[in-house]
Nanobody, 125 residues
Framework: QVRLEETGGGLVQAGGSLSLSCKVS????????MGWFRQAQGKEREFVGG????????LYADSVKGRFTISRDNVKNAVYLQMNSLKPEDTGVYYC??????????????????WGQGTQVTVSS
């Protein structure tokens, strides 16, 4: 059974930066695309971005493009979300997610089948 654990959330002022990490176990991490989602209070969970198994293909939501960067380390079984120029509207619980299919080349929001417990990110104005 796959297990995903996010760390790195916290409180930051608008304009600041945070880096999230997600450690994955229970699956051959290097074969699967990974994604990040977030959910603000009272809103539906939304796709933030994703990275394919090799790191050669990435996709970002328009709302974070140019500010957030996803990367992965297939040796450490970890995926990262670097968040810069944070805005109050970035506040929410951030989740990492794993694709259910191996060796997928292109990512989109619909491919993910398991999520972690999430980590809270709060951006103050």
């Amino acid at each position: 059974q796959v297990r995903l654990e996010e760390t790195g959330g916290g409180l930051v002022q608008a304009g600041g930066s945070l880096s999230l990490s997600c450690k994955v176990s229970g699956r051959i991490f290097s074969r699967h695309a990974m994604g990040w989602f977030r959910q603000a209070q009272g809103k539906e969970r939304e796709f933030v971005g994703g990275i394919n198994w090799s790191g050669s293909s990435l996709l970002y939501a328009d709302s974070v493009k140019g500010r957030f960067t996803i990367s992965r380390d297939n040796v450490k079984n970890a995926v990262y979300l670097q968040m810069n120029s944070l805005k109050p509207e970035d506040t929410g619980v951030y989740y990492c997610a794993v694709d259910g299919v191996e060796w997928r080349q292109l990512v989109d929001a619909s491919i993910f089948v398991s999520w972690g417990q999430g980590t809270q990110v709060t951006v103050s104005s």
